[in-house]
C-alpha cells in the first residue's frame, strides 16, 4: 500500500510511486495526467491564479459557485492542485523545484514559453534531471512550416483531413461530435510517456515525448490515408455509410429508430437478409460479394431499407446478434451511461461527490486507483510545498511576493498551445 496525492491509502495500481508534475492545460495534457493519475501515479496540477480557463466552460458546473464545470472534472480527477503565478521569478524558482522531484512532466505551453523560463527541455532540463521523462503536447510541433502555431481541435480536424472524410456525400464537411483529435493525442502521450518510463528503467535515463495534435489527426485517417497511398485516389464522404465494406451503416426503423448495422462478411449479409425476411438477396449477382454490394449500394438498400422500417430497433438488434451479425441502436449520451453492459464494465465511477466516466484500460492485477473529485483550485499548496521543503516562513514569503496568486486574478492565467473544444 502506499499514500495517494490527498493522503489517502490505495492497493495496487501500477504506476504507484510515479510522480507526475501537471503543467497541462484544456484537454490533451490534463487527460493525458488523469489517466496517469487512474493507474496510481502522483499526479500535481500546477494552476495559474486564474485556474485553468476549462474551470469556466459550462453551464453545466458541480458547484454553486460555478468555479467547476462538468468540462473540468471529466479530466482532472485524482490530482493534487497547487497555484503557481509562474509571470514571477519565484514562482518560476518553485517550478523548478518541483520539477527536479518529479519523474514525468506533462506540458502544453505555447512554444518558447518553457524556454523563455530558463526551463525548456532540450537546452536545460535534460542535462539538470537527466532522469526525468518530458511530455510535451503542441499542435503542430516547436519548427517546421507551422511550427509553434497554437493547436485547436476542430482546426486539426479540418488540416488533417478528417473533415474532409466526415458528413453525408455531397454535404458540408462536418467536425466530429467529439474532441477526438485532443482525445487521440491524450492517449499518444499516455502510451509515450509509459515507453520513455520503461526505457528509463534499463537505460536510466529520461527522454522528450513529443506529440503533435497534426500527428494524431493524421494517424486517425485509416483506412482513408492507406488508400490514398495506394490507389491515389482521393476518399469521399459517406455519411454513417463505410467506403469499403457495405452493408455498413444507418438504417431507419420502425417509429424515430434508427439502427446501425456492420454486415462486414458475405456470411453475415446472408444472415441479415434472412433476419429482415429477404433471403434471396444473398444469392442475387449483384448483391454476392462485398465488391458486388459496393458497385450496386443504390439498389441494395432500395432492396433492404422497406424491411428495416416495418422493425423495432431494439428487437432487430437482438435477433441479428443472435446470428452473428453486429448492430446496434443509435444510443444517445443518457442511454449509453445508464446501459447496463457500460455499468458492468465500471464505466461509470464516483466517490460519493464525483461521477464521472470510467478508467477503460483494465489490468487482471493492478487495479486503478480509487476515483477522487478534482481538487479546488490551490487546496493543496501548502501541502505540496511542505513536502518540497518549504518552511511555513517560506511559503508566507511565496505568498507576500505573489508567487503563488490569487484564486481571483483573472488576468494571470498563461498561454497554452494544445487547446481543446
Known amino acids: 500500500m502506499v499514500a495517494a496525492a490527498d493522503g489517502r491509502r490505495q492497493m495496487s495500481a501500477v504506476l504507484r510511486g510515479l510522480r507526475v508534475l501537471d503543467l497541462s492545460r484544456v484537454l ?9 493519475a487512474d493507474h496510481g501515479a502522483d499526479v500535481i496540477k500546477v494552476e495559474a491564479p486564474s485556474g485553468d480557463e476549462t474551470r469556466r466552460w459550462g453551464p453545466p458546473f458541480v458547484d454553486e459557485a460555478e468555479t467547476t464545470s462538468a468540462y473540468y472534472q471529466g479530466l482532472n480527477r485524482g490530482k493534487a492542485n497547487i497555484v503557481l503565478d509562474l509571470r514571477t521569478d519565484a514562482a518560476r524558482k518553485v517550478l523548478r523545484d518541483l520539477i527536479g522531484r518529479a519523474d514525468v512532466v506533462v506540458e502544453n505551453f505555447k512554444a518558447g514559453t518553457m524556454r523563455r523560463w530558463g526551463l525548456d527541455y532540450e537546452a536545460h532540463l535534460a542535462a539538470e534531471f537527466p532522469r526525468l521523462v518530458y511530455c510535451r503536447i503542441t499542435g503542430y510541433g516547436v519548427d517546421g512550416p507551422l511550427g509553434g502555431l497554437p493547436g485547436y481541435d476542430a482546426v486539426l480536424q479540418a488540416y488533417g483531413g478528417l473533415m474532409s472524410v466526415n458528413g453525408e ?19 499518444q502521450a499516455f502510451a509515450g510517456v509509459l515507453l ?18 497534426l500527428d494524431a489527426a493524421v494517424s486517425l485517417m485509416h483506412p482513408h490515408a ?41 456470411a453475415q449479409f446472408a ?60 444510443n444517445d449520451v443518457g442511454q449509453v451511461l445508464s446501459a447496463a453492459q457500460v455499468r458492468h464494465r465500471g464505466m461509470v465511477v464516483g466517490d460519493g461527490r464525483y461521477r464521472g466516466v ?8 493492478s487495479g486503478a486507483a480509487p476515483p477522487r473529485a ?48
Not at 444507418?250 to 417509429?255: E, N
Request: proline share 5%.
Open 271 to 330: 444472415a441479415l437478409t434472412e433476419v429482415l425476411g429477404l433471403p434471396g438477396l444473398a444469392g442475387d449477382a449483384r448483391f454476392r460479394r462485398n465488391r458486388d454490394r459496393l458497385g450496386n449500394l443504390g439498389r441494395l438498400l432500395a432492396e433492404l431499407e422497406p424491411a428495416f422500417r416495418t422493425r423495432d430497433a431494439d428487437e432487430l438488434a437482438t435477433e441479428l446478434a443472435a446470428r452473428g451479425v453486429a448492430a446496434s441502436p443509435v
Open 374 to 421: 478534482p481538487a479546488a483550485l490551490g487546496a493543496d499548496t501548502e501541502r505540496v510545498l511542505t513536502e518540497c521543503g518549504y518552511t511555513a516562513a517560506d511559503i508566507a514569503g511565496l505568498r507576500r511576493s505573489g508567487a503563488l496568486g490569487a484564486a481571483t486574478d483573472a488576468a494571470a492565467g498563461y498561454g497554452t498551445d494544445a487547446s481543446g473544444g
Open 28 to 36: 490533451a495534457g490534463p487527460l493525458c495526467a488523469q489517466m496517469l
Open 226 to 266: 492507406a488508400a490514398y497511398l495506394q490507389s491515389g485516389a482521393v476518399p469521399e464522404r459517406t455519411g454513417a455509410a463505410h467506403p469499403a465494406v457495405a452493408p455498413y451503416q444507418v438504417f431507419r426503423t420502425a417509429g424515430d429508430g434508427r439502427l446501425f448495422v456492420a454486415a462486414a462478411s458475405d
Open 358 to 365: 470510467g478508467v477503460p484500460v483494465k489490468l487482471s492485477r
Open 169 to 187: 456525400r455531397g454535404g458540408e464537411p462536418l467536425r466530429v461530435g467529439v474532441p477526438i483529435v485532443d482525445i487521440t493525442a491524450a492517449h
Open 196 to 213: 520513455a518510463v520503461l526505457e528509463r528503467s534499463a537505460g536510466g535515463r529520461g527522454q522528450l515525448v513529443d506529440v503533435t495534435l
